[in-house]
């Protein structure tokens, strides 16, 4: 039977995965359209083509590998200078430059010198191609939304686990105290397993990180507890002690190997699952949309790590990059778990929402072949234009975004060799849950 989940939980990844590239390009193919761009092919994944259907003058197909999609435009680059699109010279940078243009113009047909992506006017093109991933967005925000506010986190309450017998500081055994420790400010106060917090110090208590800062900012204080215990409230009094305890992230998570002073209560939260407002999930998705960018940024700096995840015996790191093979590895082995439904649908829905906003964020690089570049392009012809305008000079013209296709093939090697790389390290030594 958990082989059967294991393997439910990759279909239901990659079923998710082929629906969000699916969507991604159906904001290009419609945007397209709408502008009166010819489209030959929408098709999700790459590869051999598994299954195709014609309807109107669109081929809409499904290929083996799917670890991506196309719509093909015709006219996305324009003629040459001399009007043509043949070959001109034998350099590999000027061939590059004039396959490409030539792919573009492959199936022209009489009637279509008006329905050429490049003749649309550059802000109709920089809608057609952030149409792709602004549809990943849509679905990430939809997918979290559903996530936060529907499914529920699993978080930290401000309800008693366990009561801490004696003070500690953080990396030391808990599990017994020592002789010379003293007592915690929980234990002598009478708070016990069970007990929810619903005042401290004055302060009603709603969330569990709100609690933490308001003990953490109080050593050396006598304050008022109030709990609901049994259905019925009442207060205890306790006297806040100093502690060597782990710093916290903005979102209250314990930072490890950072220590610091602060004020210590002696208790463990119990875990919930708490439904966010509106506010509280934007909030959130703010948060989610931050790391992405600086995941981004810090993903050359990954590589080494990467590397010795292959090469070594070390563990993967927890913030190593992850690729599709990974992604899927994990569904299957939460599916596996022995866990609610509702949590192993929680995961999947966020393993999907942060894809969704990976693709975004990732596709919006004004590189060349992304559509960030393309967007990039069309920005660059319009401001040319009108600075043209401004001083009285002739129209330059369509930008040629085909001249920077060999700049497009380098960032594309450098694409596939760090996939081929990540996919290794799923493999070979994948990231695990604990």
């Known amino acids: 039977m958990t082989n059967v989940m294991w393997v439910l939980g990759i279909l239901l990844f990659v079923v998710g995965l082929l629906f969000s590239i699916a969507w991604h390009e159906l904001g290009h193919l419609s945007t397209a359209k709408l502008f009166g761009i010819r489209v030959p092919q929408y098709m999700v994944g790459f590869g051999r083509t598994v299954w195709s259907r014609k309807k109107g003058e669109t081929e809409y197909g499904i290929k083996a590998i799917p670890l991506g999609g196309y719509i093909r435009m015709i006219g996305m680059f324009p003629p040459g200078a001399d009007g043509r699109i043949t070959k001109r010279s034998s350099s590999p940078w000027r061939s590059m430059i004039e396959d490409a243009r030539e792919a573009s113009y492959e199936e022209l047909q009489p009637g279509d010198e008006h329905r050429l992506f490049y003749t649309r006017k550059p802000w109709k093109r920089v809608i057609v191609m952030f149409a792709g991933p602004f ?36 990396g030391e055994p808990t599990d017994t105290c020592p002789k010379d420790a003293p007592q915690s400010p929980a234990a002598l106060a009478g708070l016990k397993p ?19 800062a308001d003990i953490r900012k109080s050593p050396g204080q006598t304050v008022p507890i109030v709990v609901e215990r049994g259905g019925a409230r009442q207060t205890l009094t306790a006297t806040i002690t100093s502690n060597t305890v782990n710093r916290v992230d903005q979102d209250g998570r314990p930072v490890n190997g950072d220590p610091v002073t602060a004020g210590f209560l002696g208790f463990s939260p119990a875990t919930g699952v708490v439904h966010l407002s509106l506010g ?34 070390d563990p993967r790191p927890v913030d190593s990059p992850m690729g599709m093979v990974g992604a899927a590895r994990l569904g299957g082995d939460v599916f596996a778990m022995d866990l609610p439904a509702t949590q192993q649908l929680a995961f999947m829905v966020q393993l999907l929402a942060g894809i969704n906003l990976s693709l975004f964020l990732f596709n919006m690089l004004p590189l060349l072949p992304l559509d960030g570049g393309h967007i990039a392009g069309a920005l660059w012809e319009s401001l040319r234009r009108k600075a043209a305008a401004l001083v009285r000079r002739p129209d330059p013209g369509p930008f040629d975004v085909a001249k920077l ?16 790389l990540v996919m290794v390290a799923d493999v070979v030594n994948p990231i695990k849950l604990n």
């Open 194 to 212: 069970g007990d929810t917090i619903v005042s401290f110090n004055g302060d009603g208590i709603s969330t569990y990180k709100q609690l933490q």
């Open 135 to 170: 549809m990943n967005l849509i679905l990430s925000v939809a997918l979290y939304l559903s996530w936060f506010m529907g499914i529920g986190l699993q978080m930290s309450v401000p309800t008693v686990a366990t009561v801490s017998q004696c003070v500690v500081k953080v």
């Open 405 to 420: 296709m060999p700049v497009a093939y380098v960032v594309a090697g450098i694409f596939i060799c760090f996939t081929a």
């Open 280 to 313: 509280q999930s934007a909030h959130q998705m703010t948060e989610m949309a931050k790391h992405g960018i600086s995941s981004l940024i810090a993903l050359p700096g990954k590589i080494p790590g990467l590397w010795h995840a292959i090469v070594g015996d």
